[in-house]
């Protein structure tokens, strides 16, 4: 009965990274978009310079 719970108990963690790891993917996907759409529509600075859009 214990090799049963704890294969089934492994089965849930790994579900459960996989899941975690996989909404990772996709959150890191949106900022790269965000990131990407900040450097197409960055605003003109003084002097005709294009500055960041960023603050850091």
């Known amino acids: ?17 996989g899941f975690a790891l996989k909404a990772l993917w996709w959150v890191a996907a949106v900022i790269l978009v965000i990131w990407l759409l900040g450097f197409v529509m960055r605003s003109a600075g003084a002097g005709g310079k294009r500055g960041r859009w960023y603050r850091w």
């Open 1 to 17: 009965m214990v090799p049963l719970i704890l294969v089934l108990l492994l089965a849930v963690i790994l579900f459960g990274a």
